[in-house]
C-alpha cells in the first residue's frame, strides 16, 4: 500500500474539517516535511474546497537545520525580524494551522552538538514566545497529525522492506485516528465524549493530587515509580477537543487518547521512570529516571541521552512539570504493541508528565489571566514543553480529593470502572 493507493482525500477531509475545523474564508499554516509533499497537495485541495482564505505551506528539513547548527556561530544567530511578523500575522489574523510529523530523516541532528540545539531552540522558542502561548491558550485552531515516510515507518516496522513498512504505518495511522471507520466524525465525537466523561469525573470529585506507584520493581528492588503529583490552584481537566475564544470546536491532536491538566511546579515529589523514549530538542532519551522535590528535578539518569538530559534541564523552567496526563492502556496506541518513536503517537500511548509550560486552558478562566495571575496558581513557565511517557500495564494511580477522600483512578494501567461510569 503505497500513498497513491491510500484514501488520503478522506484523511485529508477528517485533518481540514475535523482535526483544525477550517471555518470559510480562514487562513490556514501547514508546517510539514519535504517528504510529506503528495500528502501536502492534498491537504491543500482539500482547504480550499473547504473554503480557505489562504493556504501557507511552511517546509521543514532536519538535514538544512543540522548543517545550520554544525556550522554557523550559533550564538550570534539571530531569529530574523521577517519571521517574527510572519507569527505575529499569524496570531492577528487567527490563521489555524496544520502540523504533519514523521520525520524523513530521524538521524539528522545526531550528530549536532547538544548545547548547540539547546541554543537555537531557547532562541526561537523566545522570539515566537507569544505565538506558542496564542496556541496553548487556544486563540486559533491547531491540529497535529501523522504522515508516513520511509525511514519513519522502517523506525516502527524494524526488518521490513521501505514500501512495506510504509504500507503498514499507513494502515496503522488510519485506524489511530479512526479513519478507517464509515463516519470518522461520528467516531471521533464519541471519543471526545469519553474522554470528557473521565475529565468531568475528575473534576466532580475535585481530585487536586495523583499519586503515581508502579509495583514492579526498578534496578535497586524499590517500585519503578513512586510519584506525587499536586495539582494547581482552580486546576481543570481536559480531554478531547478544544474550543476557541469564539466557540470554535477543533481537535489538537489526531490521535488522542488523553486527559491533562496542570500540575503546581512546587508541589511534585518523589521519582519516576519513563517507559517510552522521547526527544527533547529533537534527541532521543530512553529509560530515564527523575527525582524530585518540592516541584523540580534533583536529580536524572538516562540510559540514552544523558548529554541532551544536561542541557534541556539548563533550559529555564525546564525542571518543573508543566503538565501531567493519563492514557488507559486499552488506548488502542498501547494495545499496537509498537514504539512510534513519534510523540504524537507515544504520548497518547501511555500516563505521561511535560516539563516545562503550562497550558493556560488548563486553569479555570486561564486564558483571561495575566502570567503574574498564573504563575500566582502554581502553573509553569518556560522556553519548552516536551512530554515523557511514564505510564505501564502496571501502573496505579490514586486521586486525593479536596474533602480528604481517596478515589481509585487507575489500576493496572486501566482507568477504574468508576472513573467510566
Known sequence: MSESTVNTRSYAELLIR?????????????????????????????????GAGYVHVEWVDAPTLA?????????????????????????????????LVGDEFPEALAAVAPDALRTWTIKRARAVKFYTQAMMANQM?????????????????????????????????????????PDPAAAWAALNRQLTGVAAFLQRNQVHTLHFVDPTPGPDGKPATDLVVGLA????????????????????????????TT???????????????????????????FRFEVGAVVEYTAAVGQDVLEQFFAID????????????????IFQSGLIFYEILFDENAACHIAF????????????????????????????????????TATMNVTGQCADGREVAIMRNGRFDAAVLA
Open 18 to 50: 475535523t482535526g483544525v475545523n477550517l471555518q470559510p474564508g480562514q487562513k490556514l499554516l501547514v508546517r510539514a516535511e519535504l517528504g510529506h509533499a503528495a500528502f501536502v497537495r492534498e491537504v491543500v485541495a482539500t482547504a480550499y474546497t473547504a
Open 67 to 99: 548543517a545550520t547548527l554544525n556550522h554557523a556561530n550559533v550564538e550570534q544567530l539571530d531569529y530574523p525580524a521577517f519571521e517574527v511578523a510572519r507569527f505575529r500575522q499569524l496570531v492577528d489574523e487567527g490563521w489555524a494551522r496544520l502540523s
Open 141 to 181: 485552531q491547531w491540529c497535529v497529525a501523522g504522515v508516513p515516510t520511509p525511514a519513519w515507518a522502517q523506525q516502527v516496522f524494524p526488518g521490513k522492506p521501505a514500501e512495506e513498512a510504509v504500507a503498514a504505518l499507513w494502515t496503522t495511522i488510519l485506524r489511530m485516528v479512526r479513519a478507517d471507520q
Open 233 to 260: 490552584e482552580r486546576a481543570r481537566w481536559v480531554g478531547g477537543a478544544s474550543v476557541t475564544p469564539g466557540g470554535v470546536w477543533f481537535q489538537p491532536n489526531m490521535p488522542t487518547e488523553e486527559v491533562f
Open 263 to 289: 500540575p503546581h511546579n512546587e508541589r511534585t515529589h518523589g521519582y519516576v521512570r519513563t517507559s517510552r523514549p522521547t526527544f527533547p530538542m529533537q534527541r532521543e532519551v530512553r529509560d530515564a529516571w
Open 317 to 332: 523552567g525546564a525542571r518543573r512539570l508543566g503538565e501531567v496526563s493519563l492514557v488507559d492502556a486499552g488506548s488502542p
Open 356 to 391: 516545562g509550560e503550562a497550558y493556560p486552558e488548563c486553569i479555570e478562566g486561564g486564558g483571561a489571566l495575566s502570567r503574574e495571575e498564573l504563575a500566582a496558581l502554581g502553573a509553569n513557565f518556560a522556553d519548552t514543553h516536551v512530554d515523557f511517557m511514564i505510564g
